[in-house]
C-alpha cells in the first residue's frame, strides 16, 4: 500500500514567487494535515481536513497561506508569495481516525528554500 | 500557544546504553504519542498512550503516560546504531483535535 506522497521533494524559489505544494493521502483516511517543520519552531500544525473540509487553519502563519481540498485523495499548500522566512520542510500527514484514536502517516516532507 | 518541553534536547551514548527521555507540559493532555524520525523522512509513530498511568512496551521501547496526564516519557533500552533520530513526543489537547509536538530529542549512537 503507497504511503502519503508529497511533492515536489525539494524546491528552491525566489522571494516573491508562488509556491504550490501536493499531497497525496492514504487510501480511505479521513483526516489530513499540514505540518510545517524548522529547527526554530519545530513541528508546527498549520491546518488540517476532515472529510475535505478545513477544521482549523488556526496554525496558518499568515494570509500569504492557503490550503485545499478539493476531493478526498488531493490537497495543496500554496504560498503566495512566497518570503525566505517561509523556508522549512513541509510535511503532509493522513489518518483514519482523528488523532486521538489512531495515527498519523506522515509524507517524506517537502523541503521548500526561498532565497 | 501549548508547549511541550521535552528534554534532553540531544543525547550522545554509546551503543548497549539504554535511553531515557521526556516531555511535560502545564496543560492535561488525553493522549501521548512517542515519534521518531529519520533524517530526510517524516515521523512514524512509535508508542501511543490513552490511560493516565499506562506503562506500553515495543520491543526495546517503553513509555508511559503520566498520572497527573502532563508528562510521559520514553525509554529505550540496549541502544543500536539504528536507534540514531530524532524523537518527539506528541501530545493532544483535551476536548480538541489539535495534536501538538514537543521540541525532539536528537539521538546519536556510537558504535
Known amino acids: 500500500d503507497a504511503g502519503v506522497i508529497q511533492s515536489p521533494r525539494h524546491e528552491v524559489t525566489e522571494m516573491g514567487q508562488e509556491v504550490t505544494l501536493r499531497c497525496k493521502p492514504i487510501s480511505g483516511h479521513d483526516y489530513l494535515f499540514w505540518y510545517r517543520q524548522t529547527m526554530m519552531r519545530g513541528l508546527e500544525l498549520l491546518i488540517y481536513f476532515n472529510n475535505n473540509v478545513p477544521i482549523d487553519d488556526s496554525g496558518m502563519p499568515e494570509d500569504r497561506f492557503s490550503a485545499k481540498m478539493p476531493n478526498a485523495s488531493f490537497s495543496t499548500l500554496k504560498i503566495q508569495p512566497s518570503e525566505p522566512r517561509d523556508s522549512a520542510v513541509y510535511f503532509c500527514a493522513s489518518s483514519f481516525f482523528s488523532w486521538g484514536t489512531g495515527e498519523l502517516f506522515f509524507g517524506e516532507g517537502s523541503r521548500l528554500t526561498v532565497l | 500557544g501549548q508547549q511541550l518541553n521535552q528534554s534532553p534536547q540531544s543525547m550522545f551514548i554509546q551503543e548497549g546504553e539504554d535511553v531515557s527521555m521526556n516531555c511535560t507540559s502545564s496543560?492535561?493532555?488525553?493522549?501521548w504519542l512517542w515519534y521518531k524520525q529519520d533524517p530526510g523522512e517524516g515521523p512514524v509513530l512509535l508508542i501511543a498512550l490513552y490511560k493516565a498511568g499506562e506503562l506500553t512496551s515495543n520491543g526495546r521501547l517503553t513509555a508511559q503516560f503520566g498520572i497527573t496526564r502532563k508528562d510521559s516519557f520514553l525509554n529505550i533500552s540496549a541502544s543500536i546504531p539504528s536507534d540514531v533520530g530524532i524523537y518527539f513526543c506528541a501530545g493532544q489537547l483535551g476536548n480538541t483535535d489539535k495534536l501538538i509536538f514537543g521540541t525532539g530529542t536528537r539521538l546519536q549512537v556510537f558504535p
Open positions: 496543560s492535561i493532555f488525553n493522549t
